[in-house]
């Protein structure tokens, strides 16, 4: 397999020029925030809400300076050396909300302050965060949030599975270790998986047997992003996009070590986890540094094991960051390795499985410099080199086939100053190439692609109206190796693509208790290099795959209208959305099988007109002081308009209620998840039935004098049913897990 991967020397050196770039603009451009005598101390104490008790081990963040510090047992904090003006104090703790204090600092004077903080609950459902832009390593605002105490009780072995029961959510599986997201019927490539606002260079998005390389065990949250905010990240947005925020380049400064560990073990596959992640400050620098470890067997059904479905896996990474008043600079490196099984193919294609191995090294160099000027915030510019290699192998130890992609991805975000009623606006550049190259079985070309991009994203604030807005311009080319013409796939040649992409999302605040508003959305996405020139067998999906060099760009628009209702603690959302997508790119079953393996299915991709339409409802109400109910359903209907035909693998009407209970920093509920049968399928795709499963949740949290233990214990599938979901792959070799035991332990220091 040829492929060109960039040498250590040439990496060092682009890794040594980015660093130059991220410190030139703090010697070049004026920063009023590092002027001599501008400093001004922070000291306060944070306090529970009603009770008056100091809560220890809180985070306080300073947004715009990136600069925080925790919490002593008695509640109180300081932070010194800051620079003068109005910035946001924002607090995280495990247990209470997280709130956001506007305060202004003055020049060699000292503000004192006490932070109230209440107790948080659980929200099962969607969670729209409503808090200005942060400096934390998000770009954008999220529409749903996990972190804290709802992260640790749903944490599974894979993002899919950790965010799985969100309303609009379902995942895509081939057994349990290559599971990806999928959003309102939307996945692959139209739903971007970022890790640190960044992509991940892996294949997940192309095959339903490639696993996404992010573990979950070390994750601090997890982000999901629709509408304007979305484009900021890729023109493919239609789905969403999912953010895993780990933080692997420190960004702020800190007085003490810090940092969590967790272990993780469940019964359903004999599986365990552990890992931990620490910074610390290294004299000028700030250090960070994580590492995890996963190891299951096979999963256990109620029919009995689902065979080949072990996974290990293997990750790590270290970061160094120079933090000051001004910003920060850093690089870090990291390497994530895994081994997994695919279960046996239902049709014979594998009657023993296939054992997939991969490895992805990624390097990253980061920059953000508070600007505060030329019309700025801040600038922030990033460059990250990923190299992913990956063997599929049958059960004999033949290597069937290979795959290696080397990508290269910049980006340069400007922060625009608020303007009047112009608020939060960004302007960036991305560029990035990817070299790809396969081999064994496969005849797919060796190609190099190279992509470009422009966006502006803003938001208008009006007293009860809210305007967010976004529009963008990509360009991408792909170039094979060789020229030639193919029977099957045809004129394989160079390709260019370009289009707009733009967005519109209003919201009308009627009362301190209603808004309604909605999302107008046209999206841009090029066919990838799988889907125009692939050709050969691929076991692990299943299929003898061929592409279509001839594929046009996909172009759709989404369409979305919502309604929120909120008072104190309890909310209810509703919604309902179309999207209409012109030339949707998917691998149809031909119903044929190849003449090369008689034992496999062709699956040839087409581009065909596809009308999706669906409904979320969400909600979250106290029943009393310490009794809540909080739920979620959602129904996507999909169809081939030309055929007249049901779009393939669409999740059925799915829903899940929770009864939940809590006291303290102790809780405990039970949930209902259910789905309706499946009979609107593709051709060739074999209905499902509906299911009702329950599950139970308990978690306890608590303090000593030095350390914060989080405890979350659970039982799935409690009554060991037999179900099956739609969109898991291989439901005609087994049903889904058995009932399972699952604890996590997490300490933080």
Known sequence: MGNRKMSIASFVFRMAVVFIASIFPVICLPNPAVSPGANATLKGVIVEEGTAEPIGFANILLQEMNRSVTSQEDGSFVLEQLAAGPVTLKTFRIGYRNIAVPVELTAGDTLEIVLILPRAVIHMGGVTVESSRTGDGSTVRPDILFSDKKLHQALGQTIAQTIDYEPGISQRTMGPAPARPVLRGLGGDRLMMLEDSEQTGDLSATSTDHAVVIEPITAERIEVIR??????????????VIN???????????????????????TTNSGYAGGFEMAA????????FDASYRDARNTNTPEGPLINTSIQTKNGSAGLSLV???GFAGAAASDYMSEYGIPPDPNGGHPAGVNIKLDRKHLEAKNQLLVNSIGLRRFE?????????????????????EYGVVSDFFNVLGFLKNRGRFKNGILGLRASSRDFASGGLTFTPDTFEMAAAGFYYEEMHFDEFLLHGSLRFDYKSIAPEEERLSSTVGLIHPRTFSDFSLALSPHWLINQKWTIGGTVMRTFRAPTTEELFSEGPHLAAYSYEVGNADLSKENAIGLELFMDMKVEDAYIRFAIYQNDIKNYIFPMNTGEKSWRRADLYIYKYVGEHALMRGAELSFHLPLSQHLHTAGSASYVWGELVDFHQPLPYIPPLEAKVNLGYEVGQFSVSTAVRAASDQERVGEFESPTDGYVIFDLYVQHVISTQRHL?????AVENIFDAVYRKHLNRVREVMPEPGRNFRLLYKIFI
Do not use: D
Request: without cysteine; hydrophobic residues 35%; charged residues 10%.
């Open 324 to 326: 000051r008043a001004w």
């Open 227 to 240: 509408g304007p905010e979305a484009l900021v990240y890729g023109s493919n947005t239609l789905g969403g």
């Open 244 to 266: 895993v925020f780990r933080g692997y380049v420190p960004f702020k400064t800190l007085s003490t070590l810090s940092g969590s560990a967790s272990l993780q073990g469940e």
């Open 709 to 713: 233990h989080s405890f979350s214990f």
């Open 381 to 401: 510019a990033s460059y990250n080199h990923s190299v992913y290699f990956h063997q599929e192998f049958e059960s004999t130890g033949y290597l069937g086939m």
């Open 281 to 288: 400050p290294l004299g000028m620098f700030t250090g960070r």
